[in-house]
């Protein structure tokens, strides 16, 4: 999983709600943005949507089943910059909302993914 690190109790706050919940909203909203979907062409979107979910279980401290690649690795290639990054964080902050997340929980999620951003953005 690269840099980031387990926000532990979070997911025995709010279950898989906080892990494919999120996802399910995360990629809903990513799909209807014409910025962002060029990145996403030909990407098996359920894969996906699993994987997210199940790194955001590992991340707010629920079982390890991450299975998917290293989140640094899996975006090498891609040439993201930052408006393409902030966009999929904005959405990001939207699907916590969405999935009835508690900001400051939320926001304990996001400070941890804000460690990957210098590695994901390579545009
Ligand atoms: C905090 C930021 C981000 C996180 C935590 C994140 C997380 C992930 C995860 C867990 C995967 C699954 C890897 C796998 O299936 O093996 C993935 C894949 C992917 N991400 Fe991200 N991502 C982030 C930002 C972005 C951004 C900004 C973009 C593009 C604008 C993006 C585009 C993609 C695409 C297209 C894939 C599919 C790769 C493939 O299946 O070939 N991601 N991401």
Redesign the pocket.
């Known amino acids: 999983m690269g840099d980031v690190k387990p926000v532990a109790t979070l997911y025995a706050k709010y279950g898989n709600v906080i892990a494919s919940g999120v996802a399910e909203f995360l990629y809903d909203r990513i799909q209807k943005d014409s910025y962002?979907t060029p990145?996403?062409v030909g990407?098996?979107m359920d894969?996906?949507t699993e994987?997210?979910g199940d790194?955001l279980c590992v991340l707010t401290g629920g079982p390890d089943i991450y299975k998917?690649?290293d989140?640094i690795a899996?975006?090498k290639d891609?040439k993201?910059d930052e408006t393409?990054?902030n966009?999929?964080?904005g959405h990001?902050i939207k699907a916590f909302e969405d999935a009835g997340v508690e900001e400051a929980d939320s926001a304990l999620v996001l400070a941890e993914?804000a460690g990957?951003?210098d590695a994901?953005i390579t545009a």
């Open positions: 962002l990145f996403f990407v098996n894969a996906l994987h997210m790194m998917g690649k989140v899996a975006h891609m993201i393409a990054f966009a999929v964080v990001l993914l990957a951003k994901i």
